[in-house]
């Protein structure tokens, strides 16, 4: 009786070994998601199509991020979870600095979307590449009928007043960067790389960084670049109180050199809105309550919905290189002073 139940006990362990080295099942449907997951700047392991911890967390942030609802991930599973990562064109997550990463998303008006390698954002903009979708604020408007081309992203989250805060990101222009500008108005380019506005309403545009290659990179008319810095990669930052009152301030550095400064004043509604440099900002319509967006890419303007009036045979202007327009960006940051 005894040999028998150490015979058991034996056959009992060794089946629990058995079990223990068993190679994990690799499946090429949990490939599928960690592939597709990387692609979007997440972290699940390598692409080795065994399901893990990193594998399993990395999904659940992404469904959180992209607000779906999903099944638990299994093997079972994955290949609905493959189908829904893959579909969600619309964000990505970025790494922003060491061990922080954020969600940034496509705008939805982007008449080409930008694409994403490894924390790199890459922006390519075509003449005519144009978004139809009304603005939807009753003017019966839209990129296109107005002439204008983007390819943008936009931060997480919108920020309220009263909020300091920092905005950084390390930029790339080409040596053959092909639009040389067409002084628009004075000191204006019809193209801006970065934009802060209010969210809704019209005319709520409050600090751009402008580009061509008359003056290169500007904030708010202090040069950022010369033609001459482009074929590498420069920093661009700015802190910022956003307020209402005197307790206000904004400082911009590129390339750790500070370009501009403000103290002890507003900083919601800029000095120069409504002026030739800042015609797509007006007092009227200001609303300095409202939260401030940032925006990244290239926007193009052009002559407006009532080009005709203007005299001008399109709505979209002449100036725009014949060759894409292309520029990266990588390493941004938005959040709390650091």
Not at 56 to 69: K, Q, V
Not at 90 to 100: A, E, K, L, M
Not at 135 to 141: A, I, K, L, M, V
Request: proline content about 6%; glycine content about 8%; aromatic content about 12%.
């Amino acid at each position: 009786m005894a040999i028998k139940s150490v015979f058991g006990l034996l056959c009992l362990a060794a089946s629990f070994v058995f079990l223990i080295i068993q190679p994990a099942f690799a499946s090429d449907q949990v490939k599928c998601v960690q592939t597709e997951l990387s692609a979007k700047g997440y972290r699940p392991g390598p692409a080795d199509g065994l399901l893990g911890r990193k594998t399993i967390g990395a999904a659940d942030s992404f469904s959180i991020d992209a607000e779906l609802t999903l099944p638990q991930l299994t093997n079972e599973t994955a290949a609905i979870w493959c189908e829904a990562i893959r579909s969600k064109t619309d964000f990505v997550r970025i790494v922003v600095r060491p061990d922080q990463t954020m969600t940034f998303k496509e705008v939805w008006l982007n008449g080409s979307d930008p694409s994403f390698d490894e924390g790199v954002v890459n922006f390519r903009l075509a003449s005519g590449q144009c978004s139809d979708t009304l603005y939807g604020d009753g003017r019966g408007e839209s990129d296109c009928n107005g002439g204008r081309m983007r390819s943008q992203i936009q931060a997480p989250r919108h920020v309220s007043v009263g909020s300091e805060m920092e905005y950084y990101f390390e930029f790339f222009i080409p040596v053959d960067f092909p639009y040389e500008g067409d002084w628009w108005y004075p000191s204006k380019s019809r193209l801006l790389i970065a934009e802060w506005k209010r969210i809704k309403g019209i005319k709520n545009h409050v600090y751009e960084i402008l580009l061509d290659n008359v003056r290169g990179v500007t904030f708010e008319q202090a040069t950022c670049i010369t033609k001459e810095d482009y074929g590498k990669w420069s920093t661009f930052s700015l802190q910022i109180n956003w307020s209402k009152g005197k307790d206000g301030y904004l400082v911009a550095r590129c390339n750790d050199q500070i370009i501009l400064e403000r103290q002890g004043a507003q900083t919601v509604i800029p000095p120069n809105c409504a002026s030739d440099y800042k015609l797509q900002c007006h007092p009227d319509t200001q609303r300095p309550n409202a939260d401030i967006l940032w925006a990244l890419g290239p926007n193009f303007s052009g002559f407006g919905s009532d080009y005709a009036e203007k005299g001008k045979p399109s709505p979209f202007a002449p100036s725009f290189p014949g060759r894409p327009i292309e520029l990266s960006v990588r390493n941004l940051y938005v959040g709390a002073i650091q």
